[in-house]
């Protein structure tokens, strides 16, 4: 088959990895892919978010099946458009992934089937949201309803910080139109994990969890990231856990979407908080998960294109899906100033050969020559998996110790 990955970050390179090992896929292409992709995959100059040109591309090199991996082309209606120009693809269609693009529609959701989530109120002026959060007193999370990179979501341990919040999205426009509405809700307390589920909008397959670290400093400190780092599985998610939030939580949420017209094929991300009262949402998104991806993959011993056309087909039940026992790590290596601004075209020295133990799964990344260059704020994911946590923590930061470029930062404290 000719397999077509739409994307160009990590999450993108370790679906390329796990197609490529496929006898079923005779060519793989990535659009517009990095440098990492590029050994696996032909990269083509599309952007993800091009749906016209994603089909254009599809067509030409007689695409069998397409993967939609990132948000904003889900939300753009990219696996609608394909199926309607007659191209299989892997992803939900524009509805369902509602679930991710508007918190607002999410929180309306849970709220209507009973799914358990934080007390929470939406806002359209600043001023309302701002008198809101004077009443309520923090800490208190601030939310921008739509995409923003996985950034739109601010932790406010002060009154005044989430009033900041509220300004910066709202009135500053710092997400453009993703911030123009807002969700305001309690903060809760707890561990979190998160629970990546294929579904072909019946049946529910849970991976194993795992435990993303998204503030940019150690020990939770400092503004919120696309992700620092993860591990699989999450310490504390015991499988007395994952049955009731599979019965209160998972299969509640796809047949909520599906008894709204809105069926969910794909890959469903539970964003979850275990709290004194019981798991509750934090978010949805309607894709893997990134750096989760990455380090729940690496477990995953069975033919990922099998998978994905079985959720595709709605024949879920009947999959093959096998994983490895242990443990895995992956830590992000950033650029410098990330999340704010930072600088791109960074040679990037020290990098390793793989290993099926040792990943280093490309995010920001491109060609220069013959060099490998920095090209966004998550530069690389260094992933190790082995049969304990400790060992692939370990494994993972001693690889990550190898690798050079100016102003490299990382998190110390993934996975503890």
Known sequence: MRVLVIGAGGREHVLCWKLAQSARVTKLYCAPG????????ECVPVRATDV?????????EKIDFVVVAPDDPLALGCVDALEAAGISAFGPRR???????????????????????ARWRAFDRPDEAIAYIRAQGAPIVVKADGLALGK??????????????????MENKRFEEAGARVVVEECMTGPEVTVLAFTDGETVAPMPSSRDHKPVFDRNRGPNTGGMGAVSPA??????MATLCEKTIFIPTVRALAAEGR???GVLYFGLMLTEQGPRVVEYNARFGDPEAQAVLMLLESD????????????????????????????????????GTYPTGLPITGLPDDTP??????????????????????????????????????LAYETADTIRFEGVHMRRDIGI
């Open 95 to 117: 509805a369902a992934a509602e679930i991710e693009s508007s918190k607002i529609y999410a929180k309306t959701l849970m709220q209507k089937y009973d799914i358990p989530t």
């Open 263 to 265: 069926p969910f094929q």
């Open 357 to 394: 133990e040792r990943m280093v799964f490309h995010a920001g990344t491109a060609r220069r020559g013959e060099d490998c260059v920095t090209a966004g704020g998550r530069v690389l994911g260094v992933t190790a998996r082995a049969s304990t946590p400790e060992e692939a923590r370990r």
């Open 52 to 60: 016209d040109g994603i089909i254009a591309l599809a067509k030409r």
């Open 152 to 169: 739109g979501v601010v932790v406010a341990r002060t009154e005044d910080e989430a009033v900041r919040a509220v300004r910066d999205m």
């Open 304 to 339: 990922l294109l099998d998978i994905l056309q079985d959720v595709r087909g709605g024949t879920l039940a009947r999959a093959d899906i096998r994983w490895r026992p242990g443990a895995s790590c992956c830590v992000v290596l950033a650029s410098g100033g990330y999340p």
């Open 235 to 240: 310490p504390g998610y015991t499988p007395a």
């Open 34 to 41: 990095n440098a990492g992709i590029s050994r696996l995959a």
